[in-house]
């Protein structure tokens, strides 16, 4: 990251105006998924646009909540089980869980996406898991587009 920062110095010296390499946060939320990009890596183009730096971005964030985030089992309509243990969560999730995930696109500098969203710690093993259907897949991505919305910046 030291280079990545004083490139971005450099630049913003160079041009008080121009807009940053790195957007330091932005915030989205739909239903019960919220999310926040920090210091996501954006580009500026001649028609004065700014858009991710790397089109793939966006993919990463799905990819990075599949992989990082520890997600609980639904097993039917209303019960849910522990993703590492198989305890029975039971039904409705309890109490908005957060993680911070590291996203690595292929270009351009890593990123973090903070994720809030309904979840549970295990009463058994103590993990603690996000509930994840096809919903709140949906929210996630709605959410995300709404962070980069709220900035300005174009998905590719
Ligand atoms: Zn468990």
Known sequence: MGWWNRLRRYF????????????ERLEGRHEDVSVALVEL????????????RDADATGAMLDAAT???PHARRQGKERWSCGS???????????????DLRVGPGKGPPFTLEV??????????GA????????R??????????AMASGGVKRS
Do not use: H, K
């Not at 913003?12 to 957007?23: C, I, R, W, Y």
């Open 12 to 23: 913003g010296g160079a041009d008080p105006a121009a807009v940053p390499e790195l957007v």
């Open 128 to 135: 603690v898991q996000v509930a994840s259907d096809d919903e």
């Open 85 to 99: 243990c198989q305890a029975d969560l039971g039904g409705m999730p309890g109490a908005e869980q957060r993680a």
């Open 116 to 125: 809030t969203m309904p979840g549970w710690q295990c009463w058994s093993c």
């Open 67 to 69: 992989d990082q985030l």
């Open 41 to 52: 890596p954006v580009q500026r183009r001649p028609s004065g646009e700014v858009a991710l």
């Open 137 to 146: 897949a949906n929210s996630f991505r709605e959410a995300i587009m709404a």
